[in-house]
């Protein structure tokens, strides 16, 4: 079949399988909870857990495909490795996280049906070729979770936090939509392939929209990724928000943006990256510097992880800055460490909520006493955050940084890895409270469930084995990443980088 | 045969981590049978160590992330030659005699033992690797066990004291990685030895920037003026276990870095760089002895004192010709085992009476006439009497340095002196004196572990100063394509 430009359009709706699949089973979940009361309680875990086993399945049989739906849609190693990540996020949450959701969460069916909906938008985010069906995932991916964050049961935060991520949430797609406006106005397509070819061309006339769109572009994304200027959203929604979206935020939300990032800055943008590549070094910097310092003063667990999430944003946004074939696989690498890492400590977190009720970092006192296994996972998941050696963090920070260095960015390393040093004061005042502290009243030992030792373990486990052995994440990564850069690209990014590079080593030499 | 000797203590540490909890007092039986293996296995690779071998002998290597995997390739390699199998064999040494003088350890027993071998095998990995990222993993894995030991076992201010050691390590070891960084991006590979072999030349940033970014790490490690102030704190806090590997091992992870990596693979700018190196030396050894002089507090003298003689070390690095180097890499072994000796006896007088005030002290000779005399040896050694071992490395290294910084060499004679002023000072107000009813209860040091940990340090002492051989012949070994290096460049 073909559009009437022409265009041979493949409607093999096989490849978008997966998708389909978890809609579907977000629409089963919300009908059985209203129409099959029988069902009980349990039922919407277990439905989502077997649509995103499901998804996952038929997610396999497109690894090392290379193809389109009707140009809207790449079917690549680079979207696989995204719905592998977001399908994973997700069965680790319903298993880690269904207590919690039981207890603390009004309408647990409409979290699990939300969790599918959000985790399709997010796969679109990753997997789209065309602007319109981008921006499509992103606001599937925003608006099940401006609902998402304010389910909290009980909870006064919940809704401050769900009205200040609707609005500013808003704006930031406002300005996004603005942004592409110009941007189609000047490259006449909204087809990525398309955009890159007009932006190599003559753009005589065209600089000031482009400048102008790419700045409502970059901010607009930079609101989604919490970067600092446009992070001011980010702590309230994740404290206010129920843990497992919080989780949900700071794992499949981020990486679906940078998913996002990369898909633009490594493809239809990359031929100006003269006009925006300043602006991310800027964003990464202030990122990093303010999202580590402000995370100094934190007494909240959630906030804590919140500016700790937002600093790693930083991180992989010096990713984008000198994005190639080799930073983009070294992004993807630092995400799926930090998605891993995340994931562990705030499913730990859960069960710690689970038990006391608390989420102060002072009320951690002690825990080595009181549940040591719960201790462990935590100390784990801070210090890989942290980047220490023997997990999946020290590894993952590592390849960033090196992949940052030979981009030519050699200043922004040395900011984030201060920054890095910084990081690992605030995580140790954690660890501190667990080790060093006595337990503050009861002081015997309690257990968790047996699925929250199942999802802790697997993520445990799978943070000492990237540490250790990381080379299966560092493959897949690179598939993904030669899976973005098939063909030219790589040959224009080398040669618009490569002024960019002399231009930053002087600067550097001044640090 | 290296491998295992990484292996064994983190194999024990794991062990003892999972004794049940009322058999936690095992904990200590583990760990003297898996430090004692791993003693064990250095000195068959010291003794198996072949001088007249150039290049890294008992290496073992194997891809560890493969070029196909990711496009880059880190190695794990592990190997010593003339510089680090003295080292080696002291980190072996120092292990036992450590969890000997921890043999009362009561609270929490099998997580202290746990983390005391968890240290060893992260040292370990430091004085073996040599692989740049290799090397950083260990250097960073080193602080874990650290913080947790002197941060939950110390006493006064440990929780400071831990901190303030974690952030001085850790903002230098953060330039050292953006050094790495630089090194390996430009050229193509963090294995040391292709690095020594092929310098690099030119890279993206002056590599002026690059050498201080790497030498600062190791300046707070080894650790000299300015950045030494983590280092009384650290001690004075620390249980007397993690005093002896502080000084013993930990310090000269900061001396074999300069040499191993430093100077060789920058080394250009490091010979630009001589005459700070040397002029911070000069001065760290004299600010350290007569701070040294003004102290108190029985354990912060002795910490005070390693400032000053680990300016020794970087004296003998700064004069970058074979004898210096020599000194400085014989200086490092030494005054692991002087230094290690002093804070045992420290150690072993402090459980006794308690306090650390050396005006508290009177007459101790007569009541603990053992640890007096071990007092007094360590001491002697300390200020390089001659017939101990600190005497020949102090001579070698002001040999080695006299001709290139004379300045320099004279503060650290001087020093000497400033050192038998403050060591003779300290064991006649402690020992000696009147011996008064304060202390009429106090019992020696008589239990088989307190004298098997004193006697051993003592005939290591005594054998290198008797019989230097034992160690020049292979610290020459190693010296000697570090010095040819160093010597190429003018």
Redesign the interface.
């Known amino acids: 079949m073909t559009d009437f430009l022409g265009n041979h359009l493949n409607l093999n709706v096989g490849l978008l399988l997966p998708e389909i699949i978890l809609a579907v089973g977000s629409v089963l979940v919300v009908f059985l909870d209203m129409f099959w009361e029988k069902a009980g309680r349990g039922s919407a875990p277990l439905v989502t857990f077997l649509t995103l086993i499901a998804a996952g399945v038929a997610s396999a049989s497109d690894i090392d495909a290379v193809d389109d739906f009707a140009r809207m849609v790449s079917i690549d190693n680079f979207t696989t490795f995204f719905r592998f990540m977001f399908i994973g996020v997700g069965i680790m949450l319903v298993i880690g996280g269904w207590e919690y959701v039981d207890k603390h969460v009004n309408h647990p069916a409409e979290f699990y049906a939300l969790l599918l909906l959000s985790t399709v938008g997010a796969i679109f985010m990753a997997s789209a070729r065309d602007l319109l069906i981008a921006y499509l995932g992103i606001e599937v991916l925003s608006f099940s979770l401006y609902i998402a964050v304010s389910l909290g049961k009980n909870d006064n935060r919940a809704g401050e936090a769900g009205l200040k991520y609707v609005l500013l949430g808003g704006v930031a797609s406002a300005m996004l939509l603005y942004g592409l406006s110009l941007l189609y106005g000047v490259a006449g397509s909204t087809q990525y392939g398309d955009i890159a070819g007009a932006l190599q061309g003559d753009l005589t006339g065209l600089h000031m929209p482009l400048i102008l769109g790419l700045t409502l572009i970059v901010s607009g994304l930079g609101f989604k990724v919490s970067a600092v200027p446009f992070h001011m959203w980010a702590p309230d929604a994740y404290e206010g928000a129920p843990m497992p979206v919080t989780a949900y935020l700071s794992a499949t939300s981020k990486g679906a943006t940078l998913a996002l990032f990369l898909r633009w800055f490594g493809g239809p943008l990359l031929p100006a990256i003269g006009d925006w590549q300043w602006m991310m070094a800027v964003i990464a910097t202030l990122t990093m510097v303010f999202g580590n310092l402000i995370a100094l003063q934190q007494h909240n667990v959630k906030r804590l992880l919140a500016y700790s999430s937002i600093a790693q944003g930083g991180f992989m946004l010096m990713a984008v800055t000198t994005v190639s074939d080799?930073s983009a696989?070294a992004l993807l690498?630092h995400l799926g460490g930090y998605v891993i890492t995340n994931l562990a400590l705030f499913l730990a977190i859960i069960q710690f909520y689970n038990r006391t009720g608390k989420e102060e970092i002072t009320d951690f006192a002690g825990l080595s006493r009181t549940n040591p296994y719960l201790a462990v996972v935590i100390t784990a998941g801070l210090?890989s955050l942290a980047g220490?050696?023997?997990l999946a963090g020290?590894?993952t920070k590592?390849?960033l940084?090196?992949a940052v260095?030979?981009g030519?960015f050699?200043w922004l390393?040395?900011v984030a890895?201060?920054g890095?040093?910084v990081s690992?004061?605030y995580y140790?005042q954690v660890i501190?409270q667990m080790?060093?502290y006595e337990p503050v009243g009861d002081a015997s030992r309690w257990t968790i469930s047996g699925s929250g030792y199942i999802a802790t373990g697997v993520l445990l486990a799978a943070i000492v084995f990237v540490g250790i052995?990381?080379?299966p994440l560092?493959?897949v990564?690179?598939r993904a990443a030669f899976a973005l850069f098939d063909g030219a690209p790589v040959a224009a990014a080398a040669g618009h980088a490569a002024p960019a590079?002399p231009a930053?080593?002087p600067k550097?030499?001044g640090? | 045969m290296l491998t295992l000797f990484l292996l064994l203590p983190v194999t024990g540490a794991v062990l003892s981590l999972f004794l049940p909890e009322e058999k936690q007092h095992d904990a200590k039986w583990i760990a003297l049978v898996f430090s004692g293996a791993a003693f064990a296995v250095s000195v068959v690779v010291f003794a198996l160590f072949n001088a007249s071998v150039p290049g890294y002998q008992f290496v073992n290597t194997f891809e560890?992330?493969?070029a196909s995997?990711?496009?880059?390739r880190?190695r794990y390699t592990v190997g010593v030659d003339g510089l680090s199998a003295p080292l080696v064999l002291l980190l072996g040494l120092l292990s036992v005699v450590s969890v000997l003088v921890s043999w009362r350890i009561e609270v929490k027993a099998k997580q202290y033992f746990a983390w005391l071998l968890f240290m060893e095998t992260a040292v370990a990995g430091v004085f073996l690797s040599l692989d740049l990222?290799q090397f950083?993993?260990?250097w960073?894995?080193e602080?874990?066990p650290m913080?947790?030991l002197i941060?939950?076992w110390g006493s006064g201010r440990r929780?400071y004291s831990a901190?303030k050691f974690?952030?001085y390590t850790?903002?230098g070891s953060?330039?050292m990685?953006?050094g790495f960084?630089?090194l390996?991006?430009t050229a193509g590979t963090f294995d040391i030895a292709e690095l020594t072999a092929k310098p690099v030349t030119q890279a993206?940033?002056?590599l002026t920037?690059v050498f201080w970014a790497i030498m600062l790490a190791f300046l707070v490690k080894l650790p000299t003026f300015p950045v030494h102030t983590w280092l009384p704190d650290a001690h004075t806090d620390a249980p007397t276990a993690v005093s002896v590997m502080l000084a013993g091992v930990l310090l000269k992870m900061g001396g074999y870095g300069i040499i191993r990596i430093a100077l060789p693979l920058l080394p250009q700018q490091a010979h630009d760089s001589r005459l700070i190196l040397a002029s911070l030396a000069g001065f760290s050894v004299l600010w350290g002895a007569v701070i040294t002089l003004r102290q108190t507090d029985l354990k912060r003298l002795v910490a005070y004192s390693s400032v000053s003689h680990m300016g020794y070390v970087l004296l003998g690095v700064s004069a970058m010709g074979s004898l210096g180097l020599s000194g400085a890499a014989m200086q490092m072994f030494t005054h692991g085992t002087i230094t290690g000796l002093l804070f045992v006896v420290v150690g072993l007088i402090y459980d006794r009476t308690h306090t650390r005030e050396i005006s508290q002290m009177s007459g101790l000779m007569h009541r603990m006439p053992v640890v007096g005399t071990v007092f007094v040896i360590a001491g002697l050694a300390s200020l390089g009497l001659p017939g101990m071992s600190g005497f020949v490395a102090e001579m070698t290294t002001f040999l080695g340095s006299l001709d290139a910084h004379p300045v320099a060499t004279a503060a650290g004679i001087f020093g000497v002196v400033l050192s038998a002023g403050y060591i003779l000072w300290t064991v006649q107000r402690v020992l000696h004196g009147p011996a008064t009813d304060r202390w009429k209860e106090l019992t020696d040091a008589t239990s088989w572990w307190e004298v098997t940990a004193m006697a051993s340090l003592v005939f290591v002492i005594l054998a290198v100063g008797i019989y230097p051989a034992l160690l020049t012949t292979a610290v020459q070994a190693g010296i000697a394509p570090i010095a040819q290096i160093m010597e190429g460049v003018s």
Do not use: C, K, N
Not at chain 2, 69 to 72: E, K, Q, R, V, Y
């Open positions: 080799i696989s690498v210090f220490m050696p023997l020290f590894f590592f390849i940084f090196q260095v030979q030519g050699l390393v040395v890895v201060v890095s040093t690992l004061f140790l501190r080790y060093i052995q990381g080379a560092y493959t990564a690179d590079a930053a080593a550097a030499g640090h | 560890w992330i493969a995997d990711a496009g880059f880190i990222i950083f993993l260990f960073e894995l602080l874990l913080f947790m941060s939950q929780l901190t974690l952030i850790l903002a953060a330039f990685l953006v960084l630089v390996g991006a993206v940033v002056p920037f």
